[in-house]
């Protein structure tokens, strides 16, 4: 398993393998359960995916993103995306520290990036206020205003349509879904690319598209509400 990590971290952009190999080493380091979800969110599947909906993306400035279902971020090691700060919103509190690691420099560089774990349906998607704990524990509250919306995983989403009314109109959406019915967590797959519109109604689509995966079709739309 080690190894197919280290194959998979090479493939990444060269400039960033060296500090990903570290950061990943100290993530294992401290958290060797995390073998194998670190491994998953580097697979050809999600690089392939991650960097399709990156190219889609290239050239626009995002503004402010909320990354719904974040995992670790990873899309954010394309440094071609344009954006003043993203902020990665996960259920699942494993993914939050990772992700810090990850994107520590993002961190650094006046909070251009920040995790946080929580609910998707939970979140303001107007006016959302963002607790930050500092490394010497100490916190400060912020609020944020997304001009972005990214979801990458509207398979895993039950509530799918009370999510979708959350959504302001004339907000900038990029979304992805697939139609792998039988595994396991995905309780939203879309049978086509036609149903997966039919749930996400936009005003002005930007971008649609469906691309073969090893084991389902994965369908994106981006474009404004």
Not at 74 to 101: E, G, N, Q, V, W
Request: glycine share 6%; charged share 20%.
């Amino acid at each position: 398993m080690i190894a197919q990590l280290l194959k998979q971290l090479a493939k990444l952009n060269p400039e960033q393998t060296t500090r990903l190999l570290n950061q990943f080493s100290k993530i294992l380091d401290e958290s060797p359960e995390l073998l194998v979800p670190l491994s998953e969110s580097i697979s050809d599947g999600q690089m392939i995916s991650k960097q399709w909906l990156a190219e889609g993306l290239y050239g626009r400035d995002l503004g402010t993103v909320f990354l719904c279902g974040g995992w670790y971020a990873l899309l954010l090691l394309d440094d071609k995306l344009t954006y003043d700060r993203c902020i990665s919103f996960d259920l699942d509190p494993s993914c939050k520290k990772p992700a810090d690691i990850i994107h520590r420099h993002l961190l650094m560089d006046g909070w251009k990036f920040l995790s946080t774990t929580k609910d998707i349906l939970d979140i303001n998607y107007k006016l959302e206020p963002i607790t930050i704990t500092r490394y010497n524990g100490t916190t400060v509250d912020i609020t944020a205003s997304p001009n972005t919306i990214v979801n990458t995983s509207c398979e895993h989403i039950e509530k799918f349509a009370e999510w979708w009314d959350m959504i302001p109109n004339g907000m900038l959406v990029a979304l992805q879904s697939n139609n792998g019915f039988d595994i396991p967590g995905h309780v939203n797959c879309s049978k086509s690319l036609e149903d997966f519109a039919s749930i996400t109604p936009m005003a002005y689509v930007l971008y649609e598209g469906e691309k073969q995966m090893p084991k389902f079709m994965r369908y994106m739309r981006i474009g404004y509400k």
